[in-house]
T-cell receptor, first 116, second 111 residues
């Protein structure tokens, strides 16, 4: 149980275009999902918290107009990288927990974004 | 966010030996910690967790130790296997159930 799915697994786009990444909780509902970014050989950096029915909250230094998050339902959050540039190329990973309280986050398999 | 760091970026062990991966955290108020395993091109996979009211927790071939006095976590893997080769991260829970990750240790298991 507690499966998180991301789509697409990889995407290549041109500079200036926007890319949408989907994150779904397949067998549970999630009022909150978390988006991380990971550069090669580095750790996961928390970008933002996606809240169902309300605005996302962003970590310090993350541009909210650049990384648009929508949590349309209890099983779906989307991250849109707007006006992508090569420096946005990274591995984007979402996560969610099936339970409130002290329980681990379950992660999707990530989306590799390459901006040319 | 909170700062979580590691002492050893790379660890090489012989198959069958035990592995110990270390992690330091900075927020003494953190109440919950998780170890994750990440294979290349995949998302992190849960290994084991521990609450701050415990100092040791055992799973199958893995043990997590928590020393709150020095804000230190370790992951012990018994009888390390080639399939254990991956990058290991500790994660610390902050406010609003946000998890912050350490810098990671790459474990290489030599056959």
């Amino acid at each position: 149980g507690a499966v998180v799915s991301q789509h697409p697994s990889w995407v290549i786009c041109k500079s200036g275009t926007s890319v949408k990444i989907e994150c779904r909780s397949l067998d549970f509902q999630a009022t909150t999902m978390f988006w991380y970014r990971q550069f090669p050989k580095q750790s996961l950096m928390l970008m933002a918290t996606s809240n169902e029915g309300s605005k996302a909250t962003y970590e310090q230094g993350v541009e909210k107009d650049k990384f648009l998050i929508n949590h349309a339902s209890l099983t779906l959050s989307t991250l849109t990288v707007t006006s992508a540039h090569p420096e946005d190329s990274s591995f984007y990973i979402c996560s969610a927990s099936p339970r409130q309280g002290t329980s681990p986050l379950h992660f999707g398999n990530g989306t590799r974004l390459t901006v040319t | 966010g909170e700062s979580v760091g590691l002492h050893l970026p790379t660890l090489s062990v012989q198959e069958g030996d035990n592995s110990i991966i270390n992690c330091a955290y900075s927020n003494s108020a953190s109440d919950y910690f998780i170890w994750y395993k990440q294979e290349s091109g995949k998302g992190p996979q849960f290994i084991i967790d521990i609450r701050s009211n415990m100092d040791k927790r055992q799973g199958q071939r893995v043990t997590v130790l928590l020393n709150k006095t020095v804000k230190h976590l370790s992951l012990q893997i018994a009888a390390t296997q080639p399939g254990d080769s991956a990058v290991y991260f500790c994660a610390e829970r902050g406010n609003f159930n946000k998890f912050y990750f350490g810098s990671g240790t790459k474990l290489n298991v030599k056959p």
